[in-house]
């Protein structure tokens, strides 16, 4: 499966913003999704996870603010992301799991076998 995330910018501390990933080339229904970000300096962090089944889970820094969704008709998952703070800046980037287990989800990044590019998303206050 190919990825390609869109959606990042520039906003100020208290915005939304909604990014996108859009998926190609495999069947979308059987991988549950994630949602990574990297900030200058920093290690790649969890941020969101959604499984087949629609369960989710999130890194405890975006839990309340962010929230992610999938639309298998559209092959593409989002994240919804409000009340953004300066340290939410960062490139944010999607993954993809094939799994047959419908409700597993995934924080680790070794776990996914497929990324997108990246997208920045940049938090001014």
């Known amino acids: 499966v190919q990825l390609q995330a869109s959606g990042g910018g520039l906003v100020q501390a208290g915005g939304s913003l909604r990014l996108s990933c859009a998926a190609s080339g495999g069947t979308f229904s059987g991988y549950a999704m994630g949602w990574f970000r990297q900030a200058p300096g920093k290690d790649r962090e969890f941020v969101a996870t959604i499984a087949r089944s629609d369960a989710t889970d999130y890194g405890d820094s975006v839990k309340g603010r962010f929230t992610i969704s999938r639309d298998n008709a559209k092959n593409a998952v989002y994240l919804q992301m409000n009340s953004l703070k300066p340290g939410d800046t960062a490139i944010y980037y999607c993954?993809?799991?094939?799994?047959?287990?419908?409700?597993?989800?995934?924080?680790?990044?070794?776990?996914?076998?497929?990324w997108g590019q990246g997208t920045q998303v940049t938090v001014s206050s």
């Open positions: 993954a993809a799991r094939s799994t047959p287990l419908n409700r597993a989800y995934y924080r680790r990044q070794s776990e996914y076998n497929a």
